[in-house]
């Protein structure tokens, strides 16, 4: 199981349909809602997961297949498919305001904030300090990775930039820009996968980097190749 966390408004949910006086269907996201935060089902945490902490909450109703009312507020407690009652954990070495988890269908899944209110810079969304082994840069076609920055003092840089940048999560990143695929790879074997758009500098969601930021990755990237040469076929 391998998402990307591009930003959801709340509440998170996609509407299949309501016309012509039927009832609305809703596909809900893999989501918990918790402390004010809503988080995103990331990953199984597969055999590297870290060690689970304290309880930091439990689940008070499931939405799928019993909520239908598309203006539905979240609350927290709230989750799409975690059963009332799942108990949630911190994960061990994390900030329970970045990642917690929680067992769905048999499965570890961690879960990661993605909107919080209070949050002002990216470390109130992100916890990263000491904990990346290397960023990668993927291809949001394939996921192939296009770059890979393992110098750790650039690791550094980018991780303290990401750490000091400003939050604005009402932003709505354009349609039509280039986007990569931003991998954090953790020195505990997990990951972490953000959008990341160049021309605004927006991190999902809402954590907008420096030009700073944008010049390291993007230098990080192989040079675009040019265009063969067009051969005239004969006749």
Known sequence: MRSLAAGLAVPCLLLLGACGGQVVSIDWVNFVQLNGITYLAFAHAGPNAPALGSQVGVTKRKLADNETDPSYRLQDGDAAFLEAGTPIFALAGYRSTFRVAATLGGALTIYEADTNPKASTGADLMDL????DYIAIESTQDNSELAAIRDPAAVGR???????????????PPADATQY??????RDGTQSLRAWWPSSGELSRGIITSSEFGQIMLAALPPLQPEPPAVALPG
């Open 158 to 172: 980018l991780v303290d930039i990401i750490q000091g940048s400003p939050v604005d999560q009402t932003l709505q």
């Open 181 to 186: 695929s931003i991998a954090f790879h953790f």
């Open 129 to 132: 300090a000491g904990k990346v």
